[in-house]
């Protein structure tokens, strides 16, 4: 089957700590996303990527830093420098770069991060 | 400044019976794509339907079918015959060409009542 892989479900984080979510898509798609979700909101853009080896920041991405080593595999890493890091974080991929109006992204089960 | 704004931060509706979520929505350019996603307890977002800003006709997906009034700005969502798996969460989203993300609304919560 192809989809959204993101792993843990659940993490729970000590302040001061670096955590990395990890999300894996076997879809072929070119681009991938990471949102943050708080409750009762709408998803915000961290960053996403276009193409191997190159991403760009979204509305939010300080605090978070990503990679993109590999088409099928964009983690991405909460850094103690964010200041309340404790959200809903989904991943997302869409076929082409991005760039098309149609384009649909296609999201993971999302991951659920927990600053205790 | 708000590019999303769904007004209806809950909804209810009776089992069988059609609901209309409503959005609406804000940009200068001509060519822009429309989204409508679900989102259950689960949490995972499940894409159900889109509308590009040229098509003619208004989008359909078996039970979901957008109402498109590009002069309002509006696209509300409307889901026929209602089942109590359709209780959710759901979001609006738009994508224009000068970005290369999505913009979502905040939501609205659907509850069907048996």
């Known amino acids: 089957d192809g989809g959204i892989t993101q792993s843990p479900k659940y993490l729970f984080r000590k302040e001061g700590q670096n955590v990395t979510l990890s999300c894996e898509q076997n879809?072929?798609?070119?681009?991938m996303y990471w949102y943050r979700q708080d409750p009762g909101q709408g998803l915000r853009l961290i960053y996403y990527?276009?193409?191997?080896?190159?991403?760009q920041k979204g509305d939010i991405a300080e605090g978070y830093s990503v990679s993109r080593e590999k088409k099928e595999s964009f983690p991405l890493t909460v850094t103690s420098a964010q200041k309340n890091p404790t959200a809903f974080y989904l991943c997302?991929?869409?076929?082409?770069?991005?760039?098309?109006?149609?384009?649909?992204?296609?999201f993971g089960p999302g991951t659920r991060l927990t600053v205790l | 400044a708000q590019k999303i704004t769904q007004t209806q931060p809950g909804m209810f509706v009776q089992e069988k019976e059609a609901v209309t979520l409503d959005c609406t929505y804000d940009?200068?350019?001509?060519?822009?794509?429309l989204f409508w996603y679900k989102q259950p307890s689960s949490g995972e977002m499940i894409f159900l339907i889109y509308?590009?800003?040229?098509?003619?006709q208004n989008a359909t997906e078996g039970r979901y079918s957008l109402n498109f009034q590009k002069a309002r700005k509006s696209a509300n969502l409307v889901i026929s015959a209602s089942q109590l798996g359709d209780s959710a969460m759901y979001f609006c989203?738009?994508?224009?060409?000068?970005?290369?993300?999505?913009?979502f609304g905040a939501g609205t919560r659907l509850t069907v009542k048996p």
């Open positions: 997302a991929s869409s076929a082409d770069r991005g760039t098309g109006l149609s384009d649909t992204q296609y």
């Open positions: 879809l072929n798609h070119d681009a």
């Open positions: 990527s276009q193409i191997v080896n190159d991403f």
């Open positions: 940009t200068s350019d001509p060519s822009y794509g």
């Open positions: 509308q590009g800003s040229y098509d003619q």
């Open positions: 989203a738009m994508r224009e060409p000068r970005n290369n993300d999505m913009r």
